[in-house]
């Protein structure tokens, strides 16, 4: 069955450094979402994209935050500086079709910022 | 804004019996989409079940069932004959029609008791 993979699982960082994290949506879907849980904390959405650019991003996708499709299969989250607060499960998901269609989600990267 | 509350972080249910999870989802849209995604331990979230706004018969998928209340604003998760693979954290999820985010609950813990 077809699935989202993402690497890394775990990711520890110093403050301050540029972390990627990559995502390989379902080869067939065309939109696709990071979405990020601090421990104990709901799952809160950061950002989809579809076509080749972002169609919505929450207030937490600020300029540290940004999305690429670099090529026909991989979906990357960079963070350009990281801070301590970004410590979180990132997940990402995608779907064959937007407007509140089914996500499929990867099992996560963990990111942890010292 | 939309608002996904999620009141019980734990719950526990004896195998074969049945348990519901509860959520409410406070939107101030008209047509929107309610899911309920399972979290086994270090797997990603697959979607259970979904419901239409618009529809007023509640959703069905084999052993889970919801209860969609629209004017209270409740959407509970019904789990009839437990099994031990049910044991994982439920997210309530909710998204306006045309758009491209979820917003998530904080998740319930369910454990299932041999």
């Known amino acids: 069955e077809p699935e989202v993979t993402q690497t890394p699982s775990h990711q520890v960082t110093q403050m301050g450094q540029e972390v990627i994290l990559r995502c390989v949506p379902i080869?067939?879907?065309?939109?696709f979402y990071w979405y990020r849980q601090i421990l104990g904390q709901k799952v809160e959405f950061l950002v989809s994209?579809?076509?080749?650019?972002?169609?919505?991003k929450s207030e937490i996708f600020d300029d540290q935050f940004s999305v690429e499709r670099p090529d026909g299969s991989n979906f990357t989250l960079k963070i350009r500086s990281t801070k301590l607060e970004d410590s979180a499960m990132y997940f990402c998901?995608?779907?064959?079709?937007?407007?509140?269609?089914?996500?499929?989600f990867g099992e996560g990267s963990r990111l942890t910022v010292l | 804004a939309q608002t996904v509350t999620q009141s019980q972080p734990e719950m526990s249910v004896q195998e074969a019996e049945t348990v519901t999870l509860s959520c409410t989802y406070d939107?101030?849209?008209?047509?929107?989409?309610l899911f309920w995604y399972k979290q086994p331990p270090s797997r990603q979230m697959i979607l259970v079940i979904r419901?239409?706004?618009?529809?007023?018969q509640n959703a069905t998928e084999n052993r889970f069932s919801v209860n969609f209340q629209k004017a209270a604003k409740s959407f509970s998760l019904k789990i009839s004959d437990s099994q031990l693979g049910d044991a994982a954290m439920y997210f309530c999820?909710?998204?306006?029609?045309?758009?491209?985010?979820?917003?998530f609950g904080t998740g319930t813990r369910l454990k299932v008791l041999a």
């Open positions: 998901a995608s779907s064959g079709q937007g407007g509140t269609g089914e996500l499929f």
């Open positions: 080869s067939n879907h065309l939109y």
């Open positions: 994209f579809y076509n080749n650019e972002i169609s919505e």
């Open positions: 939107t101030s849209e008209s047509d929107y989409y």
């Open positions: 419901q239409e706004a618009y529809k007023q």
């Open positions: 999820a909710g998204g306006a029609s045309g758009t491209y985010k979820y917003i």
